[in-house]
């Protein structure tokens, strides 16, 4: 037997960097995997793919350590694909967060009601079309209501059993629901226009003036709004909102990944990853304003970022003092209005500044707010309120 054929003995004062490597790679994935640092995950890749074909196969004396690494590049492509529920690809921009303000909440004043609405049952949604409010109820009824008295003008039943979600464009209005029906409101005659199986239960809802896109639990879908032809859009499966910016589409998920997606096909364009607090309260929320997107962290509910849509980027973090979970956001050019549902909270938060400018105390029972000519529209079980507020831009 030559030296060469003799058996190594292990040399116990030796470091071998792979398998060092190999352990702080499964400490992170044992704990937080998709927090694992990048230099740990380039060295493992470059580990694998600077292997010669012949030795990935991996001598029987080495499948311990050879295998660990090809389970940590793997799980590495499995991290990032449950996150958005595909491969984010090279448009990834990961927001490590800006400086965070921490606005301070004071006493609030007495809303000034310019005028009220009754309805029979609660307000699931209010848009603004040419002009005029509408409202739509959790039962499926959808009213119309006059402007300046509040008064309802018309009344009109989407035959809907659970309405999900809402979206206006145009002259029409476009209710999703639970079953699977899409129903187009033409305000501009007051009536049901048209109904359109999509094909998959939905919670999602965005429109712009030549599609409507929903979206489920794990499908989503394009409606062509002149045709009314449905197709599939091909978003990551787990969206929680949808937005219509241009001609791209927002959708939202729990992870704290913003998608921005071609309008046609649903692919990716680019992809924000927001930090957020694990401790927190759910959140989730989006709101479209002239200029800027505000989004409540999905799994922080009391954070809110101010989402620039044209670089696109997290342009501010916002945290509140005391603490609360925004349930409903109404954005102009100068600002938010933060709904607090739970806490009877209304507060303005100027864009510039990030400063709270007014409080109005609301009372619990508010679902949502949205801007109305003359006012700022807050509704909920017990029908609309439109208040008296400053309306910036």
Avoid: C
């Amino acid at each position: 037997m030559t030296s060469s054929d003799r058996p190594r003995s292990p040399n116990p004062d030796r470091r071998d960097p792979d398998r060092e490597l190999d352990a702080r790679l499964a400490t992170y994935f044992r704990g937080a995997p998709s927090r694992a640092p990048e230099h740990l995950l380039t060295a493992a890749s470059v580990r694998v793919h600077g292997t010669s074909q012949r030795r990935r196969r991996w001598p029987l004396h080495g499948w311990t350590r050879g295998w660990a690494t090809v389970a940590a590049v793997a799980l590495l492509v499995v991290v990032a694909s449950i996150r958005l529920g595909t491969e984010p690809g090279p448009g990834v921009t990961e927001s490590n967060g800006p400086t965070q303000s921490v606005v301070r909440i004071g006493p609030g004043r007495e809303p000034v009601i310019l005028r009220r609405t009754a309805t029979p049952t609660t307000v699931r949604a209010v848009v603004v079309v040419d002009g005029n409010p509408w409202a739509v109820l959790v039962d499926g009824l959808v009213f119309q209501i006059d402007p300046a008295s509040g008064a309802v003008v018309t009344q009109l039943d989407a035959q809907l059993d659970e309405p999900t979600g809402v979206a206006a464009a145009g002259s029409a209005i476009w209710i999703g629901s639970a079953d699977g029906d899409l129903v187009k409101v033409d305000s501009a005659t007051a009536s049901i226009a048209s109904e359109v199986a999509v094909g998959i239960a939905h919670h999602a809802i965005a429109a712009s003036d030549q599609a409507v896109w929903v979206a489920g639990t794990s499908e989503a879908r394009r409606i062509d709004t002149a045709t009314l032809e449905v197709t599939a859009f091909d978003v990551p499966p787990g969206v929680l909102e949808l937005a219509a910016v241009g001609d791209t589409v927002w959708a939202t998920y729990a992870s704290g990944a913003i998608v921005i997606a071609d309008g046609q096909t649903g692919e990716p364009r680019t992809t924000l990853q927001i930090t957020s607090d694990p401790n927190g309260l759910p959140g989730g929320i989006m709101a479209q304003g002239p200029v800027d997107l505000w989004l409540s962290d999905p799994r922080d509910g009391e954070a809110l970022y101010r989402i620039d849509a044209a670089l696109p980027g997290v342009a501010e973090t916002v945290r509140f003092d005391p603490r609360g979970r925004p349930s409903s956001m109404a954005p102009d050019a100068e600002g938010v209005w933060v709904l607090f549902g739970d806490d009877g909270r209304l507060v303005r938060i100027e864009r510039d500044t990030l400063q709270v400018v007014d409080v109005i105390d609301v009372g619990l029972g508010a679902r949502g707010v949205a801007f109305v000519p003359g006012g700022l529209a807050l509704w909920g079980a017990g029908g609309i309120r439109v208040l008296e507020v400053e309306v910036g831009g």
